[in-house]
C-alpha cells in the first residue's frame, strides 16, 4: 500500500474510534420566555432605582497635563 492509502486508513479507523466512544448528550430545549428583553430592567417605572442624574463612574485622568505624569 502507498502511504497516501495507509494516512487516509489510519484517519478512518480513528474517526470510526471517536464515533464508538463517544457517549450521547442529553439536550434540553430552549426556553422561549429566557429569549424575551428584560422588561424589568433599567430606567423606567416599574424600577426607578435604576434612574440616576450622574453616571456611576465618572472619567477621572489622575493627574492633570500641567504636572506631567504621562506623556511628558
Known amino acids: 500500500m502507498n502511504t497516501s492509502k495507509k494516512i487516509f486508513l489510519l484517519g478512518l479507523y480513528t474517526i470510526m474510534i471517536y464515533a464508538l466512544l463517544a457517549g450521547e448528550v442529553?439536550?434540553?430545549?430552549?426556553?422561549?420566555?429566557?429569549?424575551?428583553?428584560?422588561?424589568?430592567?433599567?430606567?423606567?417605572?416599574?424600577?426607578?432605582?435604576?434612574?440616576?442624574?450622574?453616571?456611576?463612574?465618572?472619567?477621572?485622568?489622575?493627574?492633570?497635563?500641567?504636572?506631567r505624569c504621562r506623556e511628558g
Do not use: F, V, W
Not at 29 to 40: E, K, M, T, W
Open 26 to 67: 442529553e439536550a434540553s430545549q430552549i426556553n422561549y420566555a429566557d429569549l424575551q428583553p428584560d422588561n424589568g430592567r433599567g430606567c423606567g417605572p416599574t424600577n426607578p432605582k435604576g434612574c440616576s442624574e450622574t453616571p456611576e463612574n465618572s472619567y477621572h485622568r489622575g493627574c492633570e497635563r500641567e504636572d
